[in-house]
């Protein structure tokens, strides 16, 4: 059969660079892009990226494995420019797994919303990040400004007993401009949690046990520099997760045991931890949040924007 697909519009050709470079245009179900923009050529015998299936017709990378017809393919809805509206609006519903209210509106579990603007403060009450050298608020951030760290930056947030987290959610927008030589702190609850990159880039989650084991999700999906992509871990007690743009390439279930507690650590974001003094996190973070529940992958999906979340 023959696949025709409608040519994206000038809204979603513009948002298409923010979350189809990796793994997001992956679909289950019939042989299409999940969405037209994201559409990669395979023309030429050139390779599909991410487990994708070049397509005969159209010779385009897809997923499925059944071809759709042109009444099959559905309708893509423009996406709002990110300018228009913070994740989560009522402007851009499909950011915060509910549309309704602002980003950082109290909810369930949310304990440090960081949305950056001009400002690196907790939208809710305490846990304000403390910031060592020169951080920047550029206006180019995945909504508004973000917070742009460099290699003399530090950053952290003070030990507090709500950063006790027996299960957790840490997400935030990630905009790396080059990766360090280890471990570079996202998010790092020294000897706790933490979301890090590795030396190539790929989203590292990882928490350490009561006991003092060490349990990680690490994926194979490096980060693109300079480009932004949506990062979250989760972990419900059990089960540990890696989200890369609200798909899960990384998942272990560990009998390790509960999140440590206690100590006389804090939180670095965006800088070097404790453990590795002088790797730190080059580039931008943007609409950082940290949850004391685990948010699900359907919510993790909205957040990171994509146009299907089923």
């Known amino acids: 059969m023959t696949l025709t697909e409608p040519r994206p519009s000038e809204s979603v050709r513009r948002r298409a660079t923010r979350w189809c470079a990796v793994a997001a245009c992956m679909l289950a179900g019939c042989y299409r892009p ?24 159209d010779q385009l990378c897809h997923a499925g494995a059944i071809e759709c ?19 989560g609006s009522d402007a851009a519903p499909g950011r915060d797994g509910g549309g309704t209210g602002t980003y950082c509106a109290p909810q369930q579990g949310l304990i440090g919303c960081y949305e950056f603007e001009n400002t690196a403060n907790n ?3 305490g846990l304000d990040i403390t910031v060592n050298g020169n951080v920047q608020f550029p206006s180019d951030g995945e909504v508004g400004h973000a917070a742009a760290f460099n290699n003399t930056t530090t950053a952290s947030i003070a030990v507090d007993p709500r950063l006790d987290l027996s299960a957790f959610t840490l997400e935030a927008w990630v905009n790396p401009s080059q990766f360090g030589g280890d471990n570079t702190s ?23 046990a009561s006991g003092g084991a060490l349990a990680f999700a690490a994926t194979i999906v490096p980060l693109a520099l300079d480009h932004w992509s ?3 871990c989760t972990f419900d007690g059990m089960n540990l997760r890696t989200y890369v743009n609200g798909l899960n390439p990384a998942s272990t279930n560990t009998t390790a045991g509960p999140v440590a507690t206690g100590g006389m650590e804090g939180v670095s974001i965006g800088g070097a931890a ?14 950082l949040r940290i949850f004391s529940r685990v948010r699900t992958a359907q919510e993790i999906c909205m957040d990171a924007g994509l146009a299907s979340c089923m």
């Open 69 to 87: 017809s042109a009444l099959e393919v559905p309708p893509i809805a423009d996406a709002a420019p990110a300018s228009d509206a913070g994740p």
């Open 34 to 57: 999940a969405r037209p923009d994201c559409a990669v050529s395979c023309a030429g015998g050139a390779p599909c990226p991410n487990g994708l299936t070049c397509g005969a017709s």
């Open 186 to 208: 996202l998010v790092n609850r020294y000897f706790h949690y933490a979301m890090v990159l590795d030396a190539k880039g790929e989203p590292v989650c990882e928490y350490t």
């Open 123 to 125: 939208a809710l009450d």
């Open 230 to 232: 949506h990062v979250a």
């Open 274 to 287: 404790p453990d590795h003094a002088n790797d730190f996190y080059i580039g931008q973070l943007d609409e």
